[in-house]
């Protein structure tokens, strides 16, 4: 059932599968098949490419309209990224590449930020919706990006990110950030070195994020799940294998603490 050609499992709607993804790595480490392997790599950047992350906030949508990981519904949940970051900490224990390191850090970062309750614990969705409209608060016209950005920045945010005046999805002139190409190749075609161009591109994403953040935000579910906050703390703590940052550990020490004081009931 893999696809070959873009990535994951099956046509569209498309999922993450992670956890087909994460049977791939397994079996491909235990019994040394570099097939499997690869599978999993695979799979995992075609999601880091696509409209399925958030390449501003971090973060991974629910799920892909189409099968090439461009259209996301917006809606995002606790469980799939707690998968998520379990599957990159062991990605990276794998094969260590700086694209799972920043994942891991980005997505770690919109959890705290995003889906963290007051007391504790963390929320269980964020909605596709701001202001009635599915994926307002992640989508951007030329227009938007013009208008916070000066020429050269733009000029970098819009190649990177596959965005034009027409847009990419079906909402006139909205686009949906992924990512055609690398950064190498977009360096060159706009005539940079690539450590200009790489610090001109962090530089506007910070930017654009910060406009975001003063948006209307989704709608959210602040139910407390003991599951899929467990998955969490599975994912931290292969993060902190992988990473060896004792942050990781920190944050999962800190959730496990948080569940048993508000879910454990005499005993």
Known sequence: AYDYARGGFGGAPKFPM????????????????????DRAHHGMLAMLNGGIYDHLGGGFSRYTVDAEWRVPHFEKMLYDNSLLLRLLGKLHLAQPNDRYLAAITETTTWLQREMALPNGGYRAALDADSEGVEGKYYTWTLEEIAAF????????????YGVTLSGNWEEEQTNIFYRPSDLAAVAAKIGLPA?????????????????????????ADDK????????????????????????????????????????????
């Open 195 to 219: 450590e200009v161009a790489a610090a001109k591109l962090n530089k506007a994403k910070k930017t654009l994020h910060d406009a975001q953040l003063l948006r209307i935000p989704p709608g």
């Open 149 to 160: 950005l000066p020429a050269d920045e733009a000029e970098i945010i819009a190649e990177f």
């Open 224 to 267: 407390l799940i003991l599951q899929w906050n467990a998955l969490l703390i599975s994912g931290w703590t292969w993060c902190y294998r992988a990473t060896a940052d004792e942050k990781y550990l920190r944050l999962a020490t800190d959730l496990w603490h948080a569940l048993n004081e508000q879910l454990c009931s005499g005993g």
């Open 18 to 37: 992670s956890m087909a993804l994460e049977v791939l790595l397994t079996n491909g480490v235990l019994h040394q098949d570099v097939n499997d392997q």
